[in-house]
């Protein structure tokens, strides 16, 4: 299993969902595996999986962690 070099991507950072600005103040595993963001907007939080999360302008540090997750995710799903 692929483990997410969290101590390197510097939360939060914000991005956009659906037009909405989010902050992204987490990582996790889910109960089904999955990597997933825990996005915040005022007193709602959701989770999404990080291979859905738009890619935030400008990149937080550390995001080269996420995008290499995607790359592994993408060949282990096949």
Not at 17 to 35: A, T
């Given at each position: 299993?692929?483990?997410?070099?969290?101590?390197?991507?510097?939360?939060?950072?914000?991005?956009?969902?659906l037009?909405?600005?989010?902050?992204v103040?987490?990582?996790?595993?889910?109960?089904?595996?999955?990597?997933?963001?825990?996005?915040?907007?005022?007193?709602?939080?959701?989770?999404?999986?990080?291979?859905?999360?738009?890619?935030?302008?400008?990149?937080?540090?550390?995001?080269?962690?996420?995008?290499?997750?995607?790359?592994?995710?993408r060949?282990?799903r096949?």
């Amino acid at each position: 299993m692929f483990t997410l070099d969290e101590e390197r991507l510097v939360l939060p950072f914000t991005t956009e969902i659906l037009g909405v600005e989010v902050e992204v103040v987490g990582v996790e595993l889910n109960d089904g595996n999955e990597v997933v963001a825990t996005c915040r907007r005022g007193p709602h939080r959701q989770r999404v999986s990080l291979l859905e999360l738009p890619v935030p302008k400008p990149l937080p540090d550390g995001w080269e962690t996420i995008l290499a997750y995607r790359r592994w995710a993408r060949n282990w799903r096949g």
